[in-house]
């Protein structure tokens, strides 16, 4: 049994350990995300352990010490389970949002009580001095404890406003928790061993990978597309598909930093990252540039249809500290065999020329109200 536990987990241990390592050393993540990662691996790794020695010790013979041992670890396993899902969940609980409700830890504190009251009553589980396992009555619950972590789970992801990718996180959100659940069906009907945190972990892994991919192709201040993912999507777009390119600048960004401070500035670039967000079509991908410049693009629409969908947002521009936001675009389109780097020169000089008009006209208005 135990080379068998080995041979199992192995792979899984150094894999897990190696990943731990990478969070440890991430530079991407907050403080508070980062803790949540390392407790959730060391809930992994705990996991485990604790079948690994209790499928070790399942087959000791000898009376006393043994079955007491296999007692602890079948409570840490049916106690502990619904940790890693929890964890997980807290990951959604921000700073800048609601705090979850304190009902939220209630299941996993019940699930905690009900075990340490089964070491005595058996309700969920029962080790006998004979070290024969069985089964309680309530052996369901810390699987739908941890049923419920993970509908939470899939509840927060899916809830998210104005997140890119918010659908494809939800969607292997959801896959995980079906494979979970397979596993212990396996485990539970099948008699297979050692699936559930091989299958937990793999997923924790993939879930770590799509956090660390949506830091990097992401703007965590405007939930657009970063610079890093905008590179990306030209080298896919040069000589193979008809694109429309939108440059697009915030106006009078330095007077609201100079006058509110940088705090309000960042508002004002997310307020403008909003609008055009409502309005873009789902072939269309927004991308942050850099400071207060935007690039939109569009394998679908032409030049007049982009800025029409731009004069539209700026119609959901909203005032910042009394402040009305606006902003300037220029759009360019490009054709298989053009210089998609003059195409973009191009759209950003009309861009620079959309804003020089829109600073005329706002000099003739207040010229006219005197």
Not at 225 to 230: G, L, V
Not at 308 to 316: D, G, H, N, P, S
Request: with cysteine; proline share 3%.
């Amino acid at each position: 049994m135990f080379f068998d536990a080995l041979q199992s987990y192995y792979t899984p241990v150094v894999t897990l350990l190696i990943f731990t390592v990478m969070i440890m050393a991430d530079k991407l993540f907050s403080k508070r995300i980062k803790r949540l990662l390392l407790w959730e691996s060391g809930v992994i790794f705990l996991m485990i352990a604790t079948t690994w020695t209790d499928q070790c010790l399942s087959t000791v013979v000898l009376k006393g010490l043994a079955w007491k041992l296999r007692t602890v670890t079948a409570w840490i396993n049916f106690a502990m389970s619904p940790f890693s899902p929890m964890i997980l969940a807290l990951i959604y609980e921000t700073e800048g949002s609601k705090r979850f409700p304190k009902l939220f830890f209630l299941p996993v504190v019940l699930n905690i009580f009900l075990c340490m009251v089964s070491i005595w009553s058996g309700w969920v589980f029962h080790i006998n001095s004979e070290n024969i396992y069985a089964r309680g009555p309530l052996f369901i619950v810390p699987f739908a404890v941890s049923a419920f972590y993970l509908f939470y789970l899939i509840f927060c992801s899916a809830k998210q406003k104005d997140k890119p990718n918010r659908k494809a996180e939800t969607a292997l959100l959801t896959v995980i928790m079906g494979a979970i659940g397979l596993a212990v069906v396996m485990e539970i009907f099948l008699a297979l061993r050692f699936m559930v945190w091989s299958v937990s972990e793999v997923s924790f892994i993939l879930y770590l990978l799509l956090l660390t991919t949506q830091k990097i192709l992401y703007d965590p201040l405007t939930g657009t597309f970063s610079r890093i993912a905008y590179e990306k999507r030209l080298e896919k777009i040069n000589c193979r598909t008809v694109c429309t390119v939108a440059m697009i600048d915030l106006n009078h960004l330095k007077k609201v930093n100079d006058r509110f401070g940088h705090s309000v500035g960042d508002a004002a670039i997310c307020g403008a990252a909003t609008a055009i967000l409502k309005v873009k079509l789902r072939h269309m991908q927004l991308y942050r540039y850099g400071g207060d410049e935007f690039v939109l693009l569009s394998s679908r629409l032409c030049g007049d249809e982009m800025k029409k969908v731009l004069q539209e947002a700026q119609e959901y521009c909203e005032m910042v500290h009394g402040v009305s936001l606006s902003f300037a675009y220029g759009v360019a389109e490009y054709h298989p065999g053009d210089d998609l780097h003059k195409v973009i020169l191009n759209a950003d000089a009309n861009m620079y020329r959309c804003k020089m008009e829109m600073r005329d006209a706002s000099r003739r208005e207040r010229n006219h109200s005197i």
